[in-house]
């Protein structure tokens, strides 16, 4: 029960993320503003500055290590 | 009868940008030929040339590609519009304005080999044994690579308003994987690791994964 509780709460989660997007996306076509940031733009901006480009660099990194070397 | 095709092409330098029509070039010249460019919706522009002072002052060149569709480029801001910075347009129909069928196979060649290289190197390190030395120098040093490589490529796009959904997700996703985290077992509390480690479980689907993982640090490093 707990493992579909879990398992139902990444699904939610997954799909406003992908809501989101969707609906950022559609936005941006159709020319409204202010709109919602895509996934892509949100990292754009996360780039911007050096201190969190550095950081989205370290944690990709370490994402990577964590599932390819350590699993 | 079809729309009027808009192009805009937008300089950085003063945050302006530069409108015309048809197949008009950039700085305001003469077709090169036919009246209408017959694309109601996307047109090539290649942006590797600079555009007399009248519009920039920047000597900067621009090599880039870019497929832009009107509608999608007229209703963007200013900052959006501007990751254009001097610019021609192609009528699509070969002569001067195309980019060369030369230059474009060579780069089709390099693109196959470089993606080949990554392919195999994904397969040989998702191979290698967890928890070694040289599955940790594989991953990590690959990863090193790739974003080196991508940090040499040109900067791409300018957002324009805050992700307070993504933020939200984001949280919350923080905080249902530290819940699951702290509790056992693991079967019934599974963190994304866990299940991504599920997900990877053949190898096929980790040296995939591991080639994605790849391209994306190119990306990420991208500024």
Known sequence: ??????????????????IHEVAARTA???????????????LAAAKRTRITWWALLAAWLWLGWHVFARA | MR????VVVAGI??????????????????APRRENLGLPDDVLIELDRQVPSSHETSPELCSTVCHVHPQRTLGMTAPER??????????????????????GSIRGVAATIATAG??????????LRP????????????GVVAMVIGRAAPVTTTPSSPPVGARAAGWMGLFAELVAYFQHP???HPTVSSLVNSALDSHIARWVAFAAWLVAAAGLARR
Request: proline share 3%; no cysteine; net charge positive.
């Open chain 2, 13 to 30: 330098v003063y945050d302006e940008s530069l409108e015309f029509g048809g197949d008009h070039r950039a700085h305001g010249g003469a």
């Open chain 1, 1 to 18: 029960m707990s493992r579909a509780v879990t398992l139902v709460g990444y699904a939610v989660l997954a799909g406003a993320l992908a």
């Open chain 2, 186 to 188: 693991r079967y019934e």
């Open chain 2, 131 to 142: 928890f070694t030395g040289g599955a940790n120098v594989a991953v990590v040093g690959a």
């Open chain 1, 28 to 42: 941006r076509r159709r020319g409204r503003l202010p709109r919602p940031m895509t996934l892509g733009e949100l």
């Open chain 2, 118 to 127: 990554v392919l195999l190197y994904a397969w040989w390190a998702t191979g």
């Open chain 2, 82 to 103: 501007g990751v254009w910075r001097h610019g021609r347009a192609s009528d699509g129909w070969g002569g001067e304005d195309s980019v060369s069928v030369q230059s």
């Open chain 2, 3 to 6: 729309p009027a095709l808009r």
